[in-house]
């Protein structure tokens, strides 16, 4: 069982609407949490990264944290075709632990 | 330039042929990953390195071995290529004071 979950899609919105990515971690000692997007072919990028519980919010992005449920999520906001990637989801318990990724969710937004 | 570099970025090669694929980075960053990438099981860590002398096996490590000749530099081998290898493989650093890593463009790598 991996220690971050998430479906991995694909997940479909329309243009314009919100897109909402979630992920579940069993490692209730992870600190840090991270969205990185990847498109077809290309390394991984950092998007957002989230230590707190409750909302950042960073442009269009805001991540969300609850370490009671051990949940964590991304919403996209006005969602543009361009946001087509596979968004994954990655814990840290810190010091010289290393990072833990989910599969990716693979988002779709349809024009 | 690129602050994280993969060589080759896409390599063939058959079954039983020793590969190296090498990473590269200009961040001055201390902790460097080897990570492989499947559909359907996401980025799996194969080798991570936190200095030069410090290298530790990651959860995929059996058919890889790795090298960090400097601290800009690391690299992993596959001694003798199996198909099951074929993958995209990533190189990653990280900064000491963060959690962020930050990723080369990948290796796309076949075994025929």
């Known amino acids: 069982q991996k220690e971050v979950e998430q479906n991995s899609g694909p997940l479909s919105v329309p243009e314009g609407a919100i897109a909402s990515l979630n992920c579940t971690y069993s490692?209730?000692?992870?600190?840090?949490f991270f969205w990185y997007r990847q498109y077809s072919g290309k390394s991984p990028e950092l998007i957002m990264s989230?230590?707190?519980?409750g909302d950042k919010e960073d442009g269009r992005f805001t991540a969300q944290l609850n370490k009671a449920s051990q949940y964590v999520s991304l919403l996209i906001r006005d969602s543009q075709p361009s946001d087509s990637a596979t968004y994954l989801c990655?814990?840290?318990?810190?010091?010289?632990?290393?990072?833990?990724f989910g599969i990716g969710t693979k988002l779709q937004v349809i024009p | 330039d690129a602050d994280v570099t993969q060589t080759p970025r896409n390599r063939i090669t058959k079954t039983g042929k020793r590969i190296m694929l090498e990473c590269s980075q200009t961040?001055?960053?201390?902790?460097m990953y080897w990570y492989r990438q499947d559909p359907g099981l996401g980025l799996r860590l194969i080798y991570y390195?936190?200095?030069?002398?410090?290298?530790n096996k990651g959860e995929i490590s059996d058919g890889y071995s790795v090298s960090r000749q400097a601290q800009a530099k690391f690299s992993l081998s596959l001694e003798s290529a199996i198909p099951n290898q074929t993958a995209l493989y990533f190189c990653?650093?990280?900064?000491?004071?963060?959690?962020?890593?930050?990723f080369g463009p990948g290796t796309r790598l076949t075994v025929l």
């Open positions: 490692d209730r000692g992870s600190q840090s």
């Open positions: 961040k001055g960053h201390d902790r």
């Open positions: 990653a650093t990280q900064p000491p004071s963060t959690d962020t890593q930050y």
């Open positions: 390195s936190f200095d030069v002398k410090d290298i």
């Open positions: 989230i230590y707190s519980n």
């Open positions: 990655a814990g840290h318990s810190g010091g010289y632990q290393k990072v833990t």
